[in-house]
């Protein structure tokens, strides 16, 4: 599985239209940006602490294609980056984090 963090208003804005259309940092870089389930704790720490009204998502890879490509990022590590909206039928499950715990402690509890 690959995750995606994510505002929970986003979340709902993609389960309305069938698909994830990407963050704006998303469609800043070109694509939208998972992570590994080793390495979403450190982005949420990076790029979400302080943050609340977040929703984890869990995407199935196998329901994405070849539009999923894994490219060197942080560290020279591989990144899960999709080429084109998520389809609200690959994500697996969607998780709103509890807004009074910190986005990776939230995370790190949600992946066990």
């Not at 894994?70 to 697996?92: D, I, M, N, Q, T």
Request: glycine content about 8%; cysteine-free; overall charge negative.
């Amino acid at each position: 599985m690959i995750y995606k963090l994510l505002p929970t208003t986003e979340w709902d804005d993609a389960r309305a239209a069938g698909q994830f259309t990407g963050t704006a940092v998303d469609h800043q870089d070109g694509f939208i940006h998972f992570s590994a389930a080793d390495q979403v704790v450190e982005t949420a720490r990076r790029h979400f602490a302080g943050a609340t009204g977040l929703t984890l998502l869990t995407v199935d890879p196998a329901r994405l294609g070849d539009r999923l490509r894994w490219e060197p990022s942080r560290g020279g590590a591989l990144f899960p980056h999709l080429y084109g909206p998520l389809p609200v039928a690959a994500v697996v499950v969607a998780q709103a984090l509890p807004a009074d715990v910190p986005a990776p402690d939230a995370v790190a509890a949600l992946l066990g």
